[in-house]
Structures are given as C-alpha cells and as structure tokens.
C-alpha cells in the first residue's frame, strides 16, 4: 500500500529523500568538522555582523578548537580501552593546546596578505553564512548552512537529470547519488564547495534547458515534408 502510494505521488520522493538525509545527519552524525578555511569564512561572517577583526577571530577561534577538540574525544573513543575520562581528557587537552597555540595570533596558520586576499575577495559564502551563524552561532549554524546546501545541490541534481528527459523516479536515483557521493559530503562541510557546485549545477541545467528549448523550435520551424510523388 505504501508502495502504490509512493508511486502515485512521485512528485513526493525528492522531499522525502531529502528529510531522511536531514534526519541521518542530525541523529546518526557525520564525519563534520570545521576547517582552517571554515574559521576564515565564520570570521568574515562575525565581522559582517558587526564584530572587529578581534571579535570575531576570537569567536570563530573557539568555534574551531571546539570542532578539533570533537574530532580528538571521537578519535579517542573508538580506542575500547578508553573509558569516558580519557574521551574528556582528550577533547580537554585538544582544545586547551589549540587555543593557546592560536589566541594571540590573527590567523590560524599564516597572516601573509597575498593569502588573506583570497578570502577577502570571496565575500560570497560569508555572507550567506552570516544570517545562520547571527541565529544559531558558529557551529550550528555552519552546520546548519552545509545541510541546507547539499540538499539543495541534490535538487538541483534531480533538477537537471529532469531537464535531460530522465523519469521522476532515475532522476531521484540521481539525487541519492549526489548525497552520498563526495559531491555530497564536500556540499555538506563548511566551505564554499557546496555554493560553488550548487552554482555549477545550475549553469549545466540552464544549458540544458536552452538545448532543448532550441531543438524544440527548430523542429516547429521545420518544414512539413513533401508527401511522395506518385
């Protein structure tokens, strides 16, 4: 019955698949973790809403130790001699060690101009990071805005797979895909690759649309043909 439902209503797949994607990431977890350039992009955030370049390099320090310290208390987990002390030592000693190898410095790795350019002049990702981060806070709401995009690349997937002619149930397949593909975990992390493929996604799609859209006006144009002669 649910099957005959399923297929009656297709139209209703790409929304589930992407609430059950929702649901894995925030109930099973995932391999998420904030990067040296997820620190860069969360400090431009904090600074657009309002925070100096102090502020926010103290703010999205934290929120990096943070996810480093994580990443180490998981790692010590999966050791079956640690017990729960040992997993809190190790997320304890993480973050304490990254903080103060960082706190007084204005980068994390390097504060060469040439490089800090390159994310000066990106103020894109930023941006849209902002209203996440300003409701939710730094990991939150990176996170948050990493969920959003990879579902919205796996639209747009489906999208596209639509646009080249493909049914509604291989063009969810499609989708599926796309999420649990590295397309999908890249989308998901907190860096600019999920816009810039949910951008370079769109500029195929469009491609294709305007393929068709000229085949299509091309056969309407298209002379009858002449009936044979006898």
Do not use: N
Request: with cysteine.
């Amino acid at each position: 019955m649910l099957r005959s439902a399923l297929l009656g209503r297709t139209w209703l797949l790409p929304l589930l698949v992407c609430a059950v994607y929702a649901l894995a990431q925030l109930t099973a977890g995932s391999s998420w973790t904030l990067f040296p350039d997820s620190y860069r992009y969360a400090r431009a955030a904090e600074q657009q809403l309002g925070a100096t370049r102090e502020e926010a390099h103290q703010t999205a320090l934290k929120a990096f130790c943070t996810s480093r310290a994580d990443a180490a208390a998981e790692t010590r987990s999966l050791d079956p001699l640690a017990d729960s002390a040992d997993v809190a030592a190790a997320r304890s000693s993480s973050s304490a060690a990254c903080l103060t190898r960082w706190s007084d410095a204005t980068d994390i790795t390097t504060a060469d101009d040439r490089y800090q350019s390159i994310f000066s002049s990106r103020p894109g990702y930023p941006l849209l990071a902002a209203p996440f981060i300003g409701a939710l806070g730094v990991l939150d709401g990176m996170r948050a805005l990493g969920l959003v995009l990879a579902l919205a690349g796996s639209l747009t997937v489906r999208g596209l797979l639509r646009s080249a002619g493909l049914g509604r149930v291989p063009a969810v397949v499609g989708q599926i895909a796309f999420l649990v593909s590295p397309l999908g975990w890249w989308s998901l992390q907190a860096l600019s690759e999920g816009l810039v493929t949910i951008c370079a996604l769109g500029t195929v799609c469009g491609g294709v649309l305007m393929a068709r859209s000229r085949r299509l006006s091309v056969r309407r144009c298209s002379p009858a043909p002449l009936p044979c002669a006898r």
